[in-house]
């Protein structure tokens, strides 16, 4: 029998503060204990192309676009929050997010969240 993998959905707010704060995604390897996997929501890289930033946002955006190609994608679509509300909870998985009020839903119903703490690493919360 195979062992199943906890898929990590990351969200847009969470890759852009990640390269803020030169946070590297491979982290979530340190702060996951189980057998998991990255995924990006198709959605969320929908998002990332369409902000229109300036400056070193610009930048981070163009570097983070660059990054989240090496991931594979899942088919998510809409209004990203709604999704990875929708998707958390149908399946076991980890949403990365600095989002309070969808960190706040997620632990809510159970879900598993990882978010930047002190501008300098990841948690698992």
């Known amino acids: 029998m195979a062992s199943s993998s906890s898929p990590v959905l990351i969200d847009t707010n969470f890759v852009l503060s990640c390269y803020r704060f030169k946070i590297r995604l491979d982290e979530i390897h340190q702060v996951v204990e189980e057998k998991h996997h990255i995924v990006v929501p198709e959605n969320v890289l929908a998002e990332l192309k369409s902000l229109h930033l300036t400056g070193s946002n610009k930048e981070g955006q163009t570097v983070m676009l660059a990054i989240l190609e090496k991931y594979p994608t899942i088919p998510l679509h809409g209004a990203v929050d709604r999704s990875l509300l929708d998707y958390a909870a149908d ?9 309070r009020i969808l960190r706040k839903a997620l632990k809510k119903m159970g879900a ?4 930047v703490r002190a501008q ?4 698992l919360d």
Do not use: A, E, G
């Not at 598993?112 to 978010?115: A, F, L, Q, S, Y």
């Not at 300098?120 to 948690?123: F, I, K, R």
């Open 91 to 99: 399946h076991t998985c980890i949403i990365c997010t600095n989002d």
């Open 112 to 115: 598993r969240v990882i978010m």
């Open 120 to 123: 300098s690493h990841l948690v």
